[in-house]
């Protein structure tokens, strides 16, 4: 069942029409899908009940408080790259102690900011960094719990900005090192080595990948083990891909399925850390027609959503299907579903085969869930949009859409200078 549905070619989110969401709010706007998030959620946990594990949904995906209130009642931890992320998922109720910390640049305050707050574990990724936590956490007298991001050198076939597994890639230390890596850390008296952590990009869809990382991350905890290192938590990241256009993903289920086997006989805590998987379906962005208009060569809709509200279509090049809101059997039209923006870059869809829709009327941008919201900005001064979670027939604004006061909130004309 899909909860982004047309009747009597009206679409609705869960059970109510889209359009009366978009009459109360207006547009460019977000709508989740609560029912989605529920049932991805339980995919996870299905698929992969039968081990001691943890979902620690990465903030990263979408970062709204009231989404990440979802997880927290679910009792889902949270993967975070961020002091502001930290600081989300702990608002949000998200326990401390179901936090993992991974990125290569992590500040001294957001190293103390979660020391004090007693996360589970840094994922670390270089060996100055090691050193780091150790100084930080002697200075606040703690433990900092770490897992080392091991590098695996896998490619994921995916887009080359979403791959982190490379050799190439900034992520992580390379597997070679990671014995001479965990010795140092065993070797710290501030840090407590608890797990192993890799990541090896986004929009998987094959397990193929997965799969043999897992093999060489399990070769290393073997090799760990016998060290004397204690592994408690095997962190397997992110990156299960979803249907945008015509891919076929493998389903949670699918993964336990490739990797509970290789796990067999390995003691410690499962961890997981999708973001896309969860959210990437339960969203849509919804956006007016302002203007059509035809050249010599083309034919564009001009809307009301641009690459500051989505840009995965302009960063990676990525396909997100677009539907009416209100769907008629009308003549269709080939068309450049484009922003406001002042940037050629500024597409939505390209050539795509629509109706023939006309200025006032409304599209629905799909599968806009994962990293839409998220990576918006204020460019051209644009104030972000709203956010509206559907739960059955009832709505509610989870993100109120910003004003041109937002838009200065921060700046300063310094008068003594000017
Ligand atoms: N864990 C780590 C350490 C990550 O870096 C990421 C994503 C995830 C988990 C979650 O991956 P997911 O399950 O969502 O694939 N902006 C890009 C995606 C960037 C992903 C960055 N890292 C996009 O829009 O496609």
Known sequence: MHFFAYKNGE???EDVPVIEIIKEFGTPLYIYSYGTIIRHIRAYEEAFCEVPHIICYAVKANSNLALLNIFAQLGLGADIVSGGELFRALKAGIKNYRIVFAGVGKSDEEIEYALKNDILMFNVESEEELYKINDMAKKLKKKAQVALRVNPDIDPKTHKYIATGLKTSKFGIPIEKAIEYYKIAKSLDYIEVIGIHKHIGSQ???TKAYEEALSKIINLYDKLIKFDLKIDYLDIGGGLGITYKDESPPLPKDLANCLLPLLKNKKGKLILEPGR???GNAGILLTKILYTKKTENKNFFIVDAGMNDLIRPTLYGSYHEIQPVISKDRDRIVVDIVGPICESGD?????????????GEYLAVMSAGAYGFSMSSNYNSRP???EVLVKGDKYA???KRETYKDLIRNEIIPEDLL
């Open 11 to 13: 679409l609705y989110a």
């Open 204 to 206: 998987i869809t094959d």
């Open 277 to 279: 998987s969860i959210v």
């Open 347 to 359: 597409f939505l869809a390209k050539d795509r085969e629509i109706e023939k829709l006309s200025p």
């Open 384 to 386: 972000r949009a709203a």
């Open 397 to 399: 604004l989870i993100r």
